[in-house]
C-alpha cells in the first residue's frame, strides 16, 4: 500500500526510520498542549523543536506531515483577537518548519489556514463529520485538499459512493476505529476533551464517555465486531470506490516514553501495508482498558476477533442490508460467536465500571492529578 497510508507518530526517534519502508503518504501529530480530540494527559511529552525536527526527516523520506488542530470547540476564543492571533502564530510556525498539512473540524480556522496559508494544505478532520456528500461539498468549497470521512459511515457503502461521486477531492477513511457504531454521545466526547485543558490544569479532568463506552462493550462484546473498523484484507473493497487514503488512528501513549508506543504502530501499520492480520482486536483504538478513579489500570479482559473468521461479513454490508436497528437485527450477534472470544473476567471489569461510574454521579472524588 505504498504511498496510501497515514500514521500517527508518537514523536520517538526510532519510529520514523522503522515506519519509512511502509512509505506512508503522511504522519500526523501534534504538541500535547494543542487543542485536540486527545488530551494533554494521553499524548507523549514533545517540543517545538523535536517536532520540527521530525518534519525534517520526514520529508527528506518523501513522507509528508500534518499537524493536528482538530478540537471540535474553542469556546469562540478563536474569533477573539488573542485566540485568531494565537492561531496565526502556530500556523506560520508549521509552515517555517516544513509541516505539509493542518487538520481541523473547525470552520473558520479552515478559512484562515485558506486565506492566509495557502501553502498548507487543508484537511478536513473526522470530526467535521463528514458523512453525505452536502457536507462534503461544503468544506471542498471551502477549499478542503482532503476529507477525512466520519469512521462511522465506514460500512455505508452508498453513501461512501455517493461522497466520491460528490467530490474530487482525495478522500481518506479510518481504519482501525474501535468508538461505538453509531455512538449517541460522540460529539459531546469529543467537545469534552476539546475542552480537557481546563480540567486538567484544576483537577479535575475524568473521561466520563470512554467509561460509558467501556462499559457498553464489557456488557455485550458484540459492539467490538460492530465497531467501523476495517479489516486489513478488506481494504481493496475501498480502493475500488475510489477512496485515496488510508488512516492509522493512535496517537495516544501507552506508557512510559514515547517507545512504549512504537511496536504498536508499527504492527498495525504492517498490517495495513500487508493487508492481513491474525487478529483485528489487536489494532483497534478506543478498546484499551480505563484506569480506574484511584488511578490503578485494572486487569481487564483480552477480547480476540479472528480475521480469517471474517471473510464475507462485510458483503452484508456491501449489498446494503444494515439498518443500523441492532435492537431487531441479529447478524453482527451471529458471526460474533464464530469469530470474537474473550479472556477474563467479563463480570469483575464490568463491576469495576459501574461502580466507577457510581461514583462520579455520587461525587466524592479527585481526578486527573498527573
Known sequence: MDGKLILPTNWDPQLLPRVARLKPAYLYGSLPREATARSALV??????????????????????????????????????????????????????????????????????????????????????????????????????DLIHIDPQINRDFRRLEIIRRAVDCPLSVVVNEGCLLSCPIRHYHANMISHSAESIERHY?????????????????????????????????????GIDFFKVAGREKMGDG??????????????YHRRRCTDVAE??????????????TPTAPRVHMASSRLDGFLRFFREGHCSLDCQRCAYCAEWAKACVSVEGDTGEHVRQLEADLETLRAGSYWAGTQ
Open 43 to 144: 499524548l507523549p511529552e514533545v517540543a517545538e523543536e523535536e517536532v520540527a525536527s521530525q518534519i525534517r526527516q520526514a520529508e527528506e523520506r518523501g513522507i509528508k506531515f500534518t499537524y493536528v488542530m482538530n478540537a471540535t470547540c474553542l469556546g469562540n476564543r478563536e474569533l477573539s483577537e488573542d485566540g485568531r492571533w494565537e492561531i496565526l502564530q502556530r500556523l506560520e510556525w508549521l509552515r517555517s518548519v516544513g509541516a505539509t498539512a493542518v487538520v481541523t473540524a473547525n470552520p473558520y480556522v479552515m478559512e484562515l489556514v485558506g486565506k492566509n496559508f495557502p501553502e498548507l494544505e487543508l484537511q478536513v478532520s473526522v470530526l467535521a463529520a463528514v458523512d453525505d456528500a452536502r457536507k462534503a461539498a461544503y468544506f471542498r468549497d471551502l477549499g478542503a
Open 205 to 241: 479532568y475524568v473521561d466520563y464517555c470512554y467509561y460509558r463506552c467501556s462499559l457498553a462493550r464489557g456488557n455485550d462484546v458484540v459492539e467490538y465486531l460492530r465497531a467501523p473498523w476495517i479489516r486489513p484484507e478488506d481494504v481493496t473493497e475501498y480502493e475500488q470506490l
Open 258 to 271: 514515547p517507545s512504549s508506543h512504537t511496536p504498536w504502530i508499527l504492527k498495525v501499520a504492517e498490517a
Open 283 to 296: 489494532l483497534l483504538v478506543a478498546v484499551q482498558p480505563m484506569e480506574t478513579l484511584s488511578g490503578e
